[in-house]
């Protein structure tokens, strides 16, 4: 039953997807992301990552994508008032997207068929084992990253501010 | 899984569903009448004996009200956008528990629909979400004033969340838990969390009123700047399920409060009762108390929109994150050192 879920919700992620992509108006393409990272929370709790799942849910259904809503809307793009895109920005969009795909070609050819992860411990995705792991043998990087962030939001605070002069 | 499992899941999943609407629905009524009460009015009194029926014909005329969809709104979208906020509203129901376990002979029935380890944090998930209902419906409806309206209410959800979870974090380092049933188990009889958490129960109420949209936070439905804000373009009954996933949400959050720092179904001498009433009278009196802190709060809800007046929007983001976030780290900080003095000694 699992395994059928499964390719249910991933042929469900893929569709939506590619509707990000395909969809003309960019609200639209928010709103199926939105949906997309539903059904990648629907595989978090497949593998039994309770709250990873909820913490995909939160930041990024919750908050990331309600700004990324918010900006969209305030831009109010449409056809209208889209700026028309010259030749060469074609140009270079095109010859981006064939390194990408020989990228991918390239990068999928070098893999084999992944044998299944077997977890030491399947409940290690619950909170208490999750923070454990998290505050214990891997503190240093844990906090580094959250230095990290920190950095990149007071940068981005000091670039709203315009200098005294 | 058997299929009694399956039944007592869905039968008190209908009981959850159906107590919360009628409850919403009474609430548009309680507020009238307590809104006549604190301005020395009589209030609605002519639908049965004391306007006890008005609820059944406000939805009555909700109904019958013509349906209008604006020529150049998104079609698709402004029908989404009540459903989605109706759906937020109700799922969050699902990790409260309504009572101690009832035992009917050798079956033991646990009165919460699902107690997942994460409760807490599934709570605050469905309470952001809660947010795309305004914005889809504002957006789709083509309006200028419902745009505004949208947009204050995503960065107003924003703003209140982060407080909301720094909050909650304190809360969590004295439970030890994060699963909505064992924070409410562990504060059996007198120990309830808002004894050890006052300054955090203070910060997640003012959050909580924030997030719900009520009054004096209701800036995205700020009739004097923005007609009606974001249901501005709606008619009949999605108009009414925007204003009546408001009152599901302040179910909600009453419940989420009362459960989360006022012992939910705890009461001082329970055990006594318990011991002497069985075990299906038992926890049902546990869960008549519970709906008691419920309505209490609901009422407090009530009792703040028609005392004070709404915040401008500068007011409302400086509170948010130059007095509330602050505030709220400050407890987190104070909590773990008491808590780290506590376990040395």
């Known amino acids: 039953m699992g395994t059928s879920v499964f390719y249910f919700v991933a042929t469900l992620s893929v569709i939506f997807s590619l509707m990000v992509i395909f969809s003309k108006n960019p609200v639209h393409s928010v709103l199926y992301l939105i949906v997309t990272f539903f059904t990648l929370t629907v595989h978090y709790i497949l593998l039994n990552a309770q709250f990873l799942a909820v913490v995909n849910f939160i930041v990024y259904m919750g908050a990331i994508m309600v700004l990324f809503l918010f900006v969209l809307m305030l831009l109010n793009l449409n056809k209208d008032n889209e700026p028309l895109k010259s030749g060469l920005v074609k140009i270079v969009g095109v010859i981006a997207g064939c390194c990408l795909v020989v990228t991918i070609i390239g990068s999928l050819k070098a893999t084999a068929i992944s044998d299944p992860v ?27 990253s959250s230095i990290l962030l920190l950095t990149a939001m007071v940068g981005a605070v000091l670039l709203t501010k315009k200098e005294k002069a | 899984m058997d299929i009694a499992f399956v039944i ?68 698709w979208l402004f029908m989404v956008g009540p459903g989605l906020a109706m759906l937020t509203a109700c799922i969050g129901t699902a990790v409260i528990p309504w009572g101690t376990p009832i035992t009917i002979g050798d079956r033991v029935i646990p009165l919460q629909v699902t107690d997942i380890n994460v409760g807490v944090l599934y709570i605050f998930g469905v309470v952001s979400l809660g947010v795309y209902g305004v914005m889809i419906g504002g957006w789709a409806s083509n309006n200028k004033y419902s745009l505004l309206s949208a947009i204050r209410a995503a960065s107003q959800n924003i703003s209140y969340e982060i ?21 409410v188990a562990n504060q059996h009889g007198w120990r309830w969390n808002v004894l050890y958490q006052p300054v955090g ?31 501005t373009e709606y008619s009949s009954m999605k108009l009414g399920f925007y204003l009546f996933a408001e009152y599901i949400n302040m179910f909600v959050s009453a419940a989420v409060m009362a459960s ?11 055990d006594w009762v318990l011991a002497h009433t069985g075990q299906v009278i038992g926890p049902l009196i ?37 007095v509330l976030i602050p505030l709220a780290i400050a407890n987190i900080i104070v909590t773990s050192i008491v808590i780290a003095v506590i376990e040395k000694f």
């Open chain 2, 163 to 183: 407080a909301m979870g720094l909050s909650i974090i304190a809360l969590l380092l004295v439970t030890n838990s994060m699963s909505v049933g064992e924070i």
């Open chain 2, 201 to 231: 129960f203070l910060l997640f109420m003012i959050c909580a009123f924030a997030e719900t949209n009520r009054a004096p936070f209701d800036l995205p439905e700020c009739e004097t700047e923005l007609i009606g804000g974001y249901h």
């Open chain 1, 118 to 144: 077997l977890l030491k411990n399947p409940n290690l995705g619950l909170v208490k084992n999750l923070g454990k792991e998290l505050f214990g043998p891997y503190m240093l990087p844990f906090e580094l």
């Open chain 2, 260 to 270: 989360l720092y006022f012992g939910g179904y705890n009461y001082p001498g329970m």
């Open chain 2, 8 to 75: 007592e899941k869905f039968v008190l999943v209908a009981i959850i569903f159906g107590i919360s609407l009628v409850i919403a629905m009474y609430s548009t009524y309680a507020e009238r009448k307590v809104a006549a009460f604190l301005q020395d009015r009589l209030g609605p009194d002519r639908a049965g004996p004391f306007g006890i029926l008005q609820p059944l014909a406000d939805g009555v005329k909700m109904f019958m009200k013509e349906e209008i969809i604006p020529t150049n709104a998104s079609k």
């Open chain 2, 286 to 322: 546990g869960t008549a108390v519970f709906f008691l802190k419920i309505f209490a709060f609901i009422f407090f809800f009530m009792w703040v929109r028609w005392t004070i007046p709404r915040f401008r929007y500068d007011q409302l983001m400086h509170l948010g994150w130059k």
